[in-house]
């Protein structure tokens, strides 16, 4: 189920299931969006990005769907492992070669 | 290759005091980010250099925050007087800078203010 952390919505699945984490973005005129994997201690890691003119793209077990008339973006997760377990945090273009970050989901996933 | 690198990882100061934190990109990368995360919380933009342009400071929070880039190397994060409130792991990232926005993210400094 997902339950809302101190700080950071949290999402906790079982391994094996797959995952969905979502994020709202702010700016309609954004044509660019990447969600990040931060593992603890670690800064972000890149997963996969996906453009304005794609509604859907395809990574190794990850998936990023964009649905610009509610301004969302959805990064799922297939199969979901231990190795997941991390902070996902999507981020859009909105200028430039500068990316805005949003609050971050905390994904647990258990054996 | 060599990644972002950062120095140091973890940093102790007394308020008041002034700290310098350190980042190394990636090499060939025009574009340089600093970044501030509090604990538990979300990624907030500080000031981003690119090439020879001049920085974007717009993301700092005082004017106790401060930061260099020497050409497209070595960045440097300066905090004069340090308060309890600026404890955070300080994350730098580079860019290639041109038809790419990906940003690569080195470990991060944490700064604890005691």
């Known amino acids: 189920g997902e339950s809302v952390g101190l700080h950071l919505p949290t999402l906790s699945v079982q391994e094996g299931d797959n995952s969905i984490i979502n994020c709202a973005y702010s700016?309609?005129?954004?044509?660019?969006f990447i969600w990040y994997k931060q593992e603890s201690g670690k800064g972000p890691q890149f997963i996969i990005d996906?453009?304005?003119?794609?509604d859907k793209r395809q990574g190794q077990r990850v998936t990023v769907l964009l649905n610009k008339t509610v301004k969302h973006l959805s990064l799922q997760i297939a199969a979901t492992q231990p190795g997941d377990s991390a902070v996902y945090f999507c981020?859009?273009?909105?200028?430039?070669?500068?990316?805005?970050f949003g609050t971050g989901t905390r994904l647990q996933v258990f054996p | 290759g060599a990644g972002v690198s950062q120095s140091p990882s973890n940093k102790v100061t007394e308020k008041g005091k002034d700290v310098e934190l350190r980042c190394d990109p990636i090499?060939?990368?025009?574009?340089l980010y600093w970044y501030r995360q509090r604990l538990g919380q979300g990624l907030e933009f500080l000031i981003y250099?690119?090439?020879?342009?001049?920085?974007?400071k717009s993301g700092l929070p005082s004017d106790r925050f401060s930061a260099e880039r020497t050409g497209e190397s070595v960045s440097t994060l300066t905090i004069q007087r340090t308060q309890q409130e600026d404890s955070a792991v300080y994350l730098c990232?580079?860019?290639?800078?041109?038809?790419?926005?990906?940003?690569?993210f080195g470990p991060g400094t944490r700064l604890t203010v005691t």
């Open positions: 250099f690119q090439g020879n342009s001049a920085p974007d």
């Open positions: 981020a859009e273009n909105m200028d430039t070669d500068k990316l805005i």
């Open positions: 990232a580079s860019s290639p800078g041109t038809s790419s926005y990906e940003q690569y």
């Open positions: 996906i453009r304005s003119n794609m």
């Open positions: 090499s060939g990368h025009t574009a």
């Open positions: 700016n309609s005129a954004s044509d660019y």
